[in-house]
């Protein structure tokens, strides 16, 4: 839209063709969507495996039992044998790998939703323990902003709000 | 450039580095707040990254190997033998950033641990501990890979300002005669920004990329398709 005014008055233009273009389904094409998922994705997972939640106000994830008397989780003899690279720092939820392999986004009509679909009962003890806290004795590491009012980091929102940006943009300029 | 590190605090319970992202350049109260936050959490994400790494993110260079003493401590706690700054966790659980006014952020350890972060950063200029330096001294800098992304954060708050705030000289910039004249007269707003800083930040911004194109000065710009 572009405004001008001079001595005889004000003149606005609005630009049809652009307006259409900026239909919510072209500016959330397929193309849009799996963008977001992706740089959604490198972002949530970037903070994990650096021992970060991404989720707003959840401060850095508490240390594994072992780095404060020297025994258990990780450092026990089974773990120590199946997966000898596993360090006690960072906490990045990281011991196969699977885990967070399976944290994976899908497009639906609306948008994208991040989460797990893996329904294997191993993967939603996972998801139990660490995602929602219900292991009695391993501490909550959050992954997801899925309690009420939890919202991701404002960098992770950034990233995501500038896939958006960038899309109308392009639109506006094509 | 726009951020400086204008002040440090070593005291027993506060080890820290006061930054002004906005040093010399304009934007909205809440631009200014907005970016902050997110400056926050870029900070926080590259400090502990960094530190995973046993590098500086100050100075981008590996810290020194602990000695021998130390890795005997470390290994029978459990604890990796480098030097990544974690014994019990604490300093690096209690490393945190404020938003302490418009633009303005404070970086450090806040509690009982202060007095060891400033054993390995030397912020007092008391420490005889070898420097492992995570938080900048007054007047120096993240290293050059965290300064370009806090950078980019800054020039799109400009951005989000010169449309709501401000008003870019509509007639100067079409009497532009050049790229480097049409950047120069962006520059005034853009303090100090590169022209690829300040062309990433108006593509994120519908608003601007509708005030250029209306007035056919898209072409001045690398990623335009006009």
Known sequence: ?174 | MAIRTTKTNATTTRTSSEIDLFDGVSASRQAKRNAAEIAAEIIIENIQTDLNATKSPVSGEQFKRLDDAQKRIKRKRGEPTIPNLELSGTMRDQLDVKVTGSGKIEVGVFGDAAPRADGHNNLSGKSALPLRQFLPKEGEDFRSGIQRELNQVIAEAVAESVTTTQRLPARRLQNASSKSAFFDILREFFVDFTNAQIETAVFRNPELVLFFRDRNLLRFFNGSNN
């Open chain 1, 1 to 174: 839209m572009a405004v001008t005014i001079n001595r005889r008055g004000l003149k606005i233009t609005i630009d049809l063709p652009t307006l259409e273009r900026l239909n919510p389904d072209n500016v959330m094409n397929n193309e849009t969507k799996d963008r977001l998922g992706n740089t959604a994705l490198t972002a949530i997972k970037s903070r994990v495996t650096n021992g970060l939640s991404p989720v707003e106000g959840v401060p850095r994830f508490p240390g594994y039992k072992s780095t404060r008397d020297g025994s258990g989780y990780p450092r026990t003899a089974a773990i120590r044998e199946k997966f000898p690279a596993k360090k006690t720092r960072p906490v990045n939820l990281t011991l196969s790998g699977e885990f967070l392999s399976l944290l994976t986004y899908r497009v639906d009509q609306l948008g994208i939703t991040i989460g797990w679909f893996d329904r294997r009962q191993r993967t939603r003890d996972l998801i139990a323990t660490h995602q929602e806290g219900r292991h009695p004795h391993v501490p909550r590491r959050q992954i997801l902003p899925l309690d009420e009012g939890n919202r991701f980091v404002a960098s992770i929102r950034r990233s995501i709000k500038n896939v958006v940006l960038e899309r109308i943009t392009r639109i506006i300029n094509s």
